[in-house]
């Protein structure tokens, strides 16, 4: 099988945010993206972003255009955004996002009609009635269809680091869970999800591909799940390990990380430099490790074994990165990082209202619902003039 690998613009950015709608009132999840979609639809033809449905009738996803700079594409998503809440609002329905709602149960929650989605459940039962999962997916051009999976494998060490600063899904249908991404862990339980297979050049893809669709697996390269995939369509690497963000500026910030990170990685190609990898095994505890303890984590950061704490392995990388972002134009998305590093990623902020709440878990969906409506747009957080934008 022959995949055409589109052409896109190097280091450019894409983002799709999966955002939960819930009863302002109860924090009940509702099931009524399709009538507020039949209305967004209907008024935002000519706009750049995209807003569309999902598998679950509580979901709406915003998608960017394509941005020269993280700014750029996370404009979109806050236009988009506004444009979901003039119909949503008067509705009495807020929006949020975590990697998975507090309390809500699958077999409350109902499918979206569609023939792709129906054929899912289908094949996959209980665990697929089980995806009450939101995420975000960050997507970077990629100039050279002979560098796609040099840069998924080096950009796999990095996973568990992406995955601790998103980590929003410590409940699970009303339990604590003791994970910090209870997500990540649920998600690769679909039969096409988690970690991609260590393939080495494009021709290794197209022979994976050829083999699921000859033997009915699949369909086509969208139904690859992995945490990392190529999305040959749009000619990109896809970021997909991510829970879902509370925050405007915490998605930027991690949209930016995978921006620079790629592209840090892109020059090493460039100068013929062969790219860090750590053995599949290593990669495979790393996710654990980051899903089970989010930003206290230890991971194996090379092929010898070593091991460091995720925040000061990030802090290290940040610093040896961060002229990348200025010339990339996301120095201010990058030093969000900190932020997230200094005031702890959502799955700890949920997890102080619920115990500050003697565990009452409506008050962590009230909690997030404010976090995504009153929090600072990222026009607000970038107001300040920045040198060289």
Known sequence: MTVPFATSARSSVGIEWELMLADRDTGDLAPRAPEVLAEVEDSSALERYTITGE???NTIEVTSGVGDTVAAAVDDIDD?????REFAAPRGLEMLCAGSHPFARWYEQ???DKTRYHKLIERTQWWGRNMMIWGIHIHVGVEDVNKVFPLINALSLYLPHLQALSASSPFWAGDRTGYASNRALVFQQLPTAGLPWSFTQWSDFENYLDGMVRTGVMEDASEVRWDIRPA???GTIEIRACDGMSTLPELAAVASLVQVLTEH????LDEGRELPTIPPWFVRENKWRAARYGLDARLIVDADGTQ???ADHLRDTMAELEPI???LHCAREFRGLNTILDQGASYLRQTRVADAADGDLREVVHHLIREFRDGPTLRQHLAKPDVGR
Not at 265 to 268: E, F, G, K, N
């Open 55 to 57: 598998l679950l009738t």
């Open 80 to 84: 988009a955004i506004q444009r979901v």
């Open 110 to 112: 109902q499918i979206t």
């Open 232 to 234: 040959p369509k749009w």
């Open 265 to 268: 990685l892109s020059r090493q």
């Open 308 to 310: 460091r704490h995720v």
């Open 325 to 327: 972002a200025e010339e």
